[in-house]
């Protein structure tokens, strides 16, 4: 909206919790994501028009007079709606990620003025493979998304979850799975679309537009950075050497804009002929990469000089390469201290919870674990070309040059935004914060020192046996 004549925008937005769509529209434009534009544009809200609908209902729940109001004005469509929980039932898993996609499919072959179709996938829809190039993989599924949606209809959801092992084989969950499978959709249905494929990493906060470390969820890697934040995770599987394959939310919605484009001005003699569609991979460079190591101890670093209020414990972690390792730290350095915990919150008459809580937090950890012990490559061959194609003037707007971005700069910047955006907490609780973090720091020394201790003695004594 800011840097754009867009004349206006479609959102296909669904009630939730009571609230409506228009409410929910105007509760995100009120957000500080959107104080920028409210300056520079004050009717900008205006251009948003709001779609009733639902990405698991048939035809995305669309209203046939909404349809119809599609089919003649949209000019490009941009498709980001998808379930991104990795344990999704299986059959739920497909309603939302593949047959969505095909209902929009259809719908786009309608739109006569369509000039650009932006999918957004995942990095990780070919995670089968060790080398992850820029083309669609139908050989990896060993089934095709029409085959699949048609056991779904004739199975139901019950033994359609009961064939979920079956199905998604050599994938590490439905999320995946089902995202490989919307690929391959497009492959086989696309007919002569203008259709491209913008396959992003892990996306975290904002690196700069329109505001640096900005975030509003707890999905994915930024869970991770939060429980490490707070204390609360201690010990966790990881690789210190591994890259981790993390992109700015800014970029990526620059990215995406600059796919659209690209698409759209393909010569139209080109656009009458059936290809396949041009794929971006996005994820970091070569050569301006992130470890698991890096990420951990910046975490940490920053966590110590913008504590949350909340704290649970000083902010420290351990990287170990085994899960059996990982799960016997964890009894003493997760469980026992939150067992001790309960025992002082029911002393004191106040509701248990945190051993329920580690237990939750070693759940969703566990479904990480895949990415967190595998390898990847990837080519960028598309996406470093698109970069190099942009004027100036654009790579200035619609930056999503990875290469260029400061990690150490970053991840301040995420860490503080996780304290500001994410739990809203103002700076003026940042004095009592420090101070709890000194109390965590004098507990955390001393019982590492007691440990040391400990350890040294039960050493003495061993040696003192054998002599």
């Known amino acids: 909206m800011r840097k754009t004549e867009v004349k206006c925008i479609y959102m296909l937005i669904r009630a939730k919790r009571n609230i409506t769509a228009e409410e929910r529209i105007k509760k995100i434009l009120a957000g500080q994501l959107f104080t920028k534009v409210r300056k520079l544009k004050p009717n900008a809200h205006q251009l948003i028009t709001p779609i009733h609908g639902d990405c698991a209902q048939p035809n995305l729940g669309i209203s046939e007079e909404d349809r119809k ?37 259809e719908m786009a072959k309608e739109m006569r003025q369509l000039k650009s179709f932006v999918h957004i996938s995942t990095a990780f829809s070919n995670c089968v493979l060790p080398h992850i190039e820029e083309h669609v993989h139908p050989e990896i599924l060993g089934i095709s998304a029409r085959k699949t949606l048609e056991i779904a209809t004739l199975l139901g959801p019950e033994l359609t979850n009961s064939l979920t092992v079956n199905l998604v084989r050599s994938f590490p969950n439905t999320y995946t799975f089902t995202k490989a499978l919307a690929e391959e959709l497009i492959l086989s249905e696309r007919d002569n679309l203008p259709i491209c494929i913008m396959r992003p990493g892990i996306i975290t906060s904002t690196y700069a537009e329109p505001l640096p470390g900005w975030i509003d969820n707890f999905y994915g890697a930024v869970g991770t950075l ?53 794929v971006y991979n996005f994820v970091p460079t070569d050569g301006n990469q992130i470890t698991q190591g890096e990420l951990l101890r910046y975490t940490a670093r920053y966590a110590k000089e913008r504590p949350f209020s909340n704290l649970l ?99 301040r910047d995420m860490i503080f935004g996780l304290r500001q955006y994410l739990v809203a907490e103002e700076d003026a609780t940042l004095p009592k914060a420090l101070k709890r973090l000194q109390i965590f720091k004098w507990a955390h020394r001393s019982i590492l020192i007691l440990l040391a201790v400990g350890l040294l003695l039960c050493i003495r004594v061993i040696i003192s046996y054998f002599k």
């Open 69 to 105: 109001i599609l089919i003649a004005n949209v000019d490009v469509v941009i498709h980001c709606a998808a379930t991104i929980r990795f344990n999704e039932p299986l059959f739920d898993a497909l309603l939302i990620n593949v047959v969505a996609m095909r209902d929009l499919l």
């Open 226 to 278: 939060m429980a490490v934040a707070r204390g609360s995770l201690r010990v966790l599987f990881g690789h210190n050497h591994h890259p981790i394959f993390l992109v700015p939310v800014d970029f990526c919605a620059n990215l995406i804009l600059a796919c659209g484009y690209s698409t759209g001005h393909v010569e139209d003699v080109d656009k009458k002929t059936v290809r396949e569609p041009t």
């Open 313 to 411: 414990w000083y902010p420290f972690v351990m990287a170990v390469g085994s899960v059996r390792l990982e799960k016997f730290l964890g009894i003493l350095l997760h469980l026992l201290p939150a067992f001790i915990h309960d025992i002082w919150l029911r002393f004191q008459g106040k509701k248990t919870r945190t051993v329920r809580m580690f237990k939750k937090q070693e759940q969703f950890l566990s479904v990480l674990n895949y990415f967190k012990a595998n390898l990847w490559t990837f080519d960028l061959a598309n996406t470093q070309h698109l970069w190099n194609r942009l004027s100036t003037e654009d790579q200035v707007n619609f930056a999503f040059n990875m290469s260029a971005v400061n990690w150490q700069h970053y991840f």
